[in-house]
């Protein structure tokens, strides 16, 4: 077992991220790019993975590796070409900062190198089976239909990651988790900032609430855990912070730039649990149903996004009615054929309701869509109480013991009272996807307690889900006291972005 070989997948992924990442240069700027680039790595990984399984090309490593390596070239030469006007004038070059690049990419390397050094990785028997299942794939070279019942209880992408493995002659990829912790709160820390100074600026003030707020979200041994866990729920919780952060910061700023990052990462999202296909449809809605932004790009967006979701739910559900019944951990499926085809339904529903909410006649409704989606969840708990109350009451107080446990901490206590107290203060515009959003993920969440139990554990799946909403509810948190408290003000400038203003007192 050579560490080496970890460190240069990761170093790949990394690389595989920025070519494509540096399209979007000059109007996101290099910062974002390298913060983004290892995640949009991953999330392009995955995809060439999954279309090569799913194709009649053979998975192998060769295979694997060139058609990344052309990938890789291809986004090289096109963010070369977009971006070379600007290289003969040393004002205008988009790059006029490459110290910025080297101080990222020489951060993210030597981060990367001490992950795959020193190994932390927390094991569960779910992590054994996502393990199980990537080497399964990558070492037949396909989805065998034993594999069905076992995908219809987790996600695809954390899976196909964990079986690069056995091309980079591993046991497995132990560093995975760490890296991709340390390059969300890299891009918490830098997204966070553009929402608060806005791009190009920085402030002490912004820095410092930037800085306290990722380090307050850090401290939990909880969420401590969770940068090590070899598992999903995590890191659809992070896919889930730059999808919905990437979303806001394309309408606050009026930048398209943001959307191909955010569909990809939304994407991405859908492939890491069996029900973040039904959680991704809820922030899409609220961020395209109410958008400003151009219409073409967000319809191409979200048809792109909906026919690859049902494409894999389809083939899921073959796998899961051919499968047999047999688990690698042995236990009962989360999902049937039945509620699979319920899921595909509720993705294509969801989809034909966003395109017809933009007709004309709806214009209405669309500023208070997320609003509808909100209250429709949280009042769908009222019946469902009433239907399972003995279930869905046993839930919410496993649920609730996980929290008050020394696991949590007290950090979560204070968030929760700076939550309910940011009702009474100015929102930014446009963040009803940052709000709104973890508090319908919230209710989704307790809604999935009438078909499963909770239970008092730290591994229990209601309290690792909960993780889906740190990342996202501290941003929200960030951006909503962050406004306040330094007096930023908004107004829409010329140039499509966003001029901000500081109140004088």
Not at 30 to 42: F, H, K, M, N, T
Not at 473 to 482: E, H, N, P, R
Request: a positive charge.
């Amino acid at each position: 077992m050579d560490p080496l070989n970890e460190f240069y997948f990761h170093a790949a992924i990394y690389v595989l991220g920025l070519s494509w990442a540096l399209l979007a240069l000059s109007p996101i700027g290099i910062g974002s790019c390298c913060v983004l680039a290892y995640p949009l790595g991953q999330a392009i990984w995955v995809s060439i993975s999954i279309a090569l399984v799913l194709s009649p090309i053979p998975f192998t490593r060769d295979v694997l590796f060139g058609s990344v390596a052309s990938v890789m070239l291809a986004g090289t030469g096109l963010s070369l070409r977009t971006n070379w006007r600007g290289w003969d004038s040393p004002r205008s070059s988009p790059l006029r900062s490459p110290s910025t690049a080297i101080l990222f990419s020489g951060l993210f390397g030597a981060s990367a190198w001490l992950a795959t050094r020193f190994s932390m990785t927390v094991w569960t028997n779910d992590s054994h089976a996502v393990l199980g299942i990537g080497r399964s794939i990558a070492h037949y070279g396909e989805i065998a239909t034993t594999l069905g019942p076992e995908l219809a209880s987790r996600g695809l992408f954390q899976a196909i990651l964990q079986g690069m493995s056995i091309f980079l002659d591993t046991p497995f990829l132990s560093a995975n988790p760490a890296v991709l912790a340390l390059s969300a709160t890299a891009a918490f820390l830098v997204l966070g900032l553009r929402g608060l100074a806005g791009p190009g600026r920085a402030s002490t003030p912004a820095v410092a609430l930037v800085v306290l707020t990722t380090a307050a979200i850090s401290t939990p041994y909880f969420v401590i855990v969770q940068y090590f866990y070899l598992h999903e729920t995590y890191a659809a919780g992070v896919y889930l912070l730059l999808a919905a952060s990437c979303f806001w910061l394309a309408e606050i700023e009026r930048n398209p730039a943001w959307l191909p990052f955010a569909f990809v990462f939304a994407l991405a999202l859908s492939w890491h649990r069996v029900e973040t296909p039904l959680i991704t449809m809820i922030f899409l809605a609220m961020a395209i149903v109410p958008s400003r932004l151009p219409r073409c790009i967000l319809n191409w967006g979200l048809a792109i996004h909906s026919s690859l979701v049902l494409v894999w739910l389809t083939i899921l559900h073959g796998l899961r009615s051919a499968g047999d019944y047999h688990s690698i951990r042995g236990i009962k499926q989360v999902l049937t054929p039945q509620s699979i085809s319920l899921i595909a339904l509720g993705v294509a529903t969801a989809t034909l309701v966003i395109f017809a909410l933009q007709h004309p006649r709806f214009a209405g409704l669309r500023t208070i869509t997320p609003k509808l989606i909100t209250g429709v969840l949280c009042v769908s708990l009222v019946p469902a109480f009433i239907w399972k109350f003995d279930l869905l009451s046993q839930g919410l107080m496993s649920t609730l013991t996980n929290m008050a446990s020394l696991s949590w901490g007290g950090v979560w206590c204070a968030f929760l009272a700076l939550g309910l107290m940011s009702v009474l203060l100015r929102r930014p515009p446009h963040s009803a996807i940052l709000s709104l959003g973890p508090v319908a993920t919230l209710a989704f969440i307790l809604l999935l307690a009438t078909q499963q139990h909770f239970r008092v554990s730290w591994a229990d799946s209601g309290n690792r889900m909960l993780t889906y909403l740190i990342p996202t509810y501290s941003f929200s948190l960030l951006m909503v006291y962050g406004w306040e408290l330094l007096g930023i003000r908004a107004e829409p400038r010329a140039d499509a972005s966003v001029e901000h203003r500081h109140a004088t007192h």
